[in-house]
């Protein structure tokens, strides 16, 4: 068996441990999805009879933004699982075993994709509830899953890189709300982005969160000629720009989450 065999036989062994522990531990997956759910019915049927959508349903406009919230939300788990892991000594335990090195970190973001499908499907039968409904092909209401599929995954590793530098679940759990919370409300996941205000609105445009949401409505059918036209390259280019943002967090984050593995067993 070769090196890249073993690193991947490796990783699906950890994924499948650390599928169990969600399975034993259902609350780690509830409480990404409830919260999304509540988050829906609270715009839905209560501020989202304050906000006047031009040529849309303001419920139609939501759920993709939802849907990129839900994924920002779970890929936290990777971040949090890591930080237990450390503190109770699995990493040392997993140094003195045959195993390739790669494969704790693999593992883990493989078993977080396993837990977003289960997010956005749930997700999807929500949504379906409220009234959103998908208005364009199959192939590209596919596509934006994959898209979507994609970003969580590659925003796992971020989160897996910021768990691994504080190394503390407390710590990681505080740094992961003050920065998550900012990224999603401060984007057109819930309100067009061309009514923010100010500085607001160029931050808005070009946050990542923007972006996938953006091709995420725009796949699903989620948009109408009588809303302004985005001004800034990501939003107008937003499927290309979606596959970019999420090559550019692996080019990044994955060497660095590696790296600070390695220094986290070497300790």
Request: with cysteine.
């Amino acid at each position: 068996m070769t090196t890249l065999q073993m690193a991947f036989a490796d990783g699906m062994t950890i994924a499948k441990r650390n599928a169990l522990k969600i399975k034993r531990a259902p609350d780690l997956l509830g409480g990404t999805v409830i919260l999304p759910i509540v988050f829906m019915l609270l715009f839905a049927f209560v501020f989202g009879s304050m906000i006047d959508l031009p040529g849309m349903s303001y419920r139609e406009f939501i759920v993709p933004g939802i849907f990129v919230e839900t994924i920002v939300m779970s890929a936290q788990i990777t971040g949090y699982t890591l930080t237990l892991d450390l503190q109770k000594g699995i990493f040392d335990r997993f140094r003195t075993l045959p195993m390739a090195p790669s494969a704790v970190l693999v593992g883990q973001t493989l078993s977080d994709v396993l837990m977003n499908l289960t997010s956005v499907v749930v997700m999807v039968l929500a949504g379906l509830a409220v009234g959103w409904r998908i208005h364009s092909a199959p192939y590209e209401a596919l596509l934006g899953f994959c898209l979507l599929i994609l970003f969580s995954y590659a925003f796992s590793w971020v989160t897996a890189t910021v768990a691994l530098a504080l190394r503390r679940p407390e710590v990681f759990n505080n740094i992961a709300t003050i920065v998550s919370m900012p990224l999603v409300f401060l984007s057109n996941a819930f309100v067009d982005s061309a009514r923010l205000p100010g500085p607001l609105r160029p931050i808005a445009e070009w946050n990542p969160v923007s972006t996938i949401t953006q091709a995420a409505r725009e796949l699903f059918g989620n948009t109408t000629s009588a809303m302004a036209l985005p001004r800034a390259w990501p939003l107008q280019h937003a499927v290309p720009a979606s596959l970019l943002w999420s090559l550019v967090l692996l080019l990044v984050f994955v060497p660095l989450a590696t790296r600070l593995y390695k220094r986290a067993l070497s300790r």
